[in-house]
């Protein structure tokens, strides 16, 4: 079965600098997709970025992009200019290809943003 | 991308009773999935609820504890039945989207 590994529960940041967030999973499928989402207090799950195991490009979203390692099975995030509104539970979670399934998701990273 | 209205968005329920959570969609979705996500905890995966068959189990979770109903392409119920103090979590529903997944805000069930 598949899983994911969040090694950081909690991570600091000031305001306006740089953070990564880690992720590894394990899984034998070669198509899957990869998933980063956050959950502010309200509880509401938010997709920050999404990345399919086929493509060799690095997904990014405006602040947000991601550094995906097939071979290491490594999928962080970089959150660039951290803002007082990125401070969240951030999970990374995994699907495997086909689309007939839930996420399984990693414990999650605590992202502090100190003003 | 689709919108969930989730309902109850909290309850507090005495034990050995049953509560029914209602996810309602804005468009028409084929796949919906239930969450539990524990105090403090990720999300872990119930089941997921296709419209027109029955909703398929996760190990650790049944049918008897967890009946789920997808009437239509748009809603879905979760039952949580006989609840007992280990059931208090947040409850998500989620839908399968385009572009990855859209969840519903939450159900904080506490049992008393």
């Known amino acids: 079965a598949q899983t994911v590994t969040q090694s950081q529960p909690e991570m600091s940041v000031q305001e306006a600098e740089t953070v990564t967030l880690s992720c590894t999973y394990d899984?034998?499928?070669?198509?899957?997709?990869l998933f980063w989402y956050k959950q502010p207090p309200s509880r509401q799950m938010i997709l920050v970025i999404r990345?399919?195991?086929?493509?060799?490009q690095n997904a990014t979203e405006n602040r947000f992009s991601v550094n995906f390692q097939k071979a290491a099975k490594s999928f962080s995030l970089k959150i660039s200019d951290s803002q007082l509104g990125d401070a969240a539970m951030y999970f990374c979670a995994y699907r495997r290809g086909g689309g007939a399934d839930g996420l399984t998701f990693g414990k999650g990273t605590h992202l502090i943003i100190q003003p | 991308s689709a919108v969930i209205s989730q309902k109850p968005s909290r309850d507090i329920c005495q034990r050995g009773t049953s509560l029914t959570i209602q996810c309602q969609v804005d468009?028409?979705?084929?796949?919906m999935f239930w969450y539990r996500q524990q105090p403090g905890q990720s999300l872990t995966l119930i089941a997921t609820?296709?419209?027109?068959?029955?909703?398929?189990?996760e190990s650790g979770f049944v049918i008897d504890k967890f009946p789920i109903s997808r009437p239509n392409l748009t809603f879905s119920t979760l039952t949580v039945s006989n609840m007992s103090p280990e059931d208090s979590s947040i409850y998500l529903c989620s839908a399968r989207v385009q572009d990855g997944y859209t969840f519903g805000s939450g159900t904080r069930l506490t049992v008393v």
């Open positions: 990345q399919e195991a086929y493509k060799q």
């Open positions: 899984t034998s499928e070669s198509d899957y997709y």
């Open positions: 468009s028409q979705v084929t796949m």
């Open positions: 609820a296709n419209q027109g068959s029955e909703a398929t189990y």
